[in-house]
Each structure stands twice: as C-alpha cells, then as structure tokens.
C-alpha cells in the first residue's frame, strides 16, 4: 500500500453528482468526473461559473450541499485527513508571511505541516521556480508574479501525489508560464493533477474536461 504522502500511483478522484448553493443560489449542479494519476483534470468555464468553489470542494475546504469527492488509493477510501496531507495546492487564497523571507515562510511551513525541509533543500525549491537570489529578501517585497513562484515552490515542498493548481498562470510573465507548464508536464508523469482555468491553452492540457457554465 503506497503511502498517501509519498506514493506516486493508485490514486484515482471520483466527482460524484456534485452540487453546490448558497441559499438559493445553485453555484454548481450534478457535477461528475473521474481522473487518476498519470492524469490532468480540467476545470474549465468563464469567470463566476464555479472553478473556484469546486476545486475547494475537490481539496475539502468546503462541503458540496450534494454529492460527493473520493480520493481512493489502490480501491481504498482516504480520510480527510490522508487527503489533506496528500495535496499541493496553489490557489488565489493562499498568502505568506510578507514579514518573513521567502525561505522563512517555507521553512515555517515545513514545520508546521510536520516535514524536516533543510535550508538547501528549500533554497533548491526556490531556485527551480526563479526565486535564485530572492529567499533572503521579504515576501512583503515581492512582485505578484514572484509571489506565485513562491506558491508552487509551497505546493511542491512535500512531492504531493495530488497537485490542485487554481488559476495557476496568473500574475506570471512568459517564463514564468512556461515554469508552470513544464511543472505540470513533469507532474502528470506520475501525480494526479486537477487545474481551474479559463485559459484555452490551459483547458487544452486536460485528459478530462469538466466545463461549468455552458
């Protein structure tokens, strides 16, 4: 059995007739979708459509008001708790420490989620997304574009089977891009990964496509 934290195979997301209102607003309806890894799973529709709200159900940060999201390793069901250890997630919601360096945020997180993260093993996750120079200065200096970087290098700290990116170009120039589009090639190779976008060629990076609002 493969160690949901570590295992690169087996896993498989079940989208099962998800629906999701906020009192009488249906902000999702019978959603239903499967992808395991190896996997690209697309969320794809225009601003306002419910990317957003089913990529927090998919990670269970919020409930769906119908339906159901299994992760499963080997046919088994995790807890919320395997799940939760298990993914990376670069979203819009998530912030750092602007008080802190970009290796001080990373190493605090470490700590936090349980993992020994060395400063050259952090120093080398930063350097991966063009952050080379930049981890000893302030987060609060941070362009937007170099705050993203940070958020992948936060995704990847732990090698999560299960990678959740919303929105994962935004606020990046050309090469920044084209870093989230080789970590996504490179993490479809053995990881299941789950993208929220209205990008064309980001829905085009999709095995599965779930299209909300048509």
Same mark, same amino acid.
């Given at each position: 059995?493969?160690? /949901?934290?570590?295992? @690169?195979?087996g896993f498989e997301l079940i989208v099962d007739s998800v629906s999701k209102s906020y009192g009488a607003r249906r902000v999702l309806r019978d959603v239903t979708a499967r992808a395991g890894a190896? @996997? !690209?799973? !697309?969320?794809?529709? /225009?601003? +306002? *459509?419910?990317? *957003?709200?089913?990529?927090?159900? !998919?990670?269970r940060l919020i409930r769906p008001t119908n339906g159901r999201v299994l992760w499963k390793l080997d046919g088994r069901a995790l807890t919320a708790a395997d799940v939760r250890r298990a993914i990376g997630m670069v979203s819009?919601?998530?912030t750092f420490y602007d008080e802190l360096s970009a290796i001080e945020n990373l190493r605090f997180f470490a700590q936090v989620r349980g993992l020994s993260a060395t400063p050259e093993f952090v120093k080398s996750l930063l350097d991966r997304f063009?952050?080379? +120079?930049r981890s000893g200065d302030l987060v609060g200096a941070y362009s937007s574009?170099?705050? @993203?970087?940070l958020k992948f290098a936060f995704a990847l700290m732990h090698n999560p089977p299960l990678l959740l990116l919303d929105e994962p170009t935004a606020n990046l120039d050309e090469r920044?891009?084209?870093l989230v589009y080789d970590t996504i090639a490179q993490a479809r190779l053995c990881k299941c990964v789950v993208i929220a976008t209205n990008e064309p060629e980001e829905v085009r990076l999709g095995d599965v496509i779930i299209q909300l609002g048509a």
């Open positions: 059995m493969l160690d /949901p934290l570590t295992g @690169q195979g190896g @996997q !690209v799973l !697309v969320i794809a529709g /225009p601003n +306002g *459509s419910g990317k *957003s709200t089913l990529i927090k159900i !998919v990670a819009p919601d998530l063009g952050l080379r +120079g574009g170099m705050k @993203q970087r920044g891009i084209a």
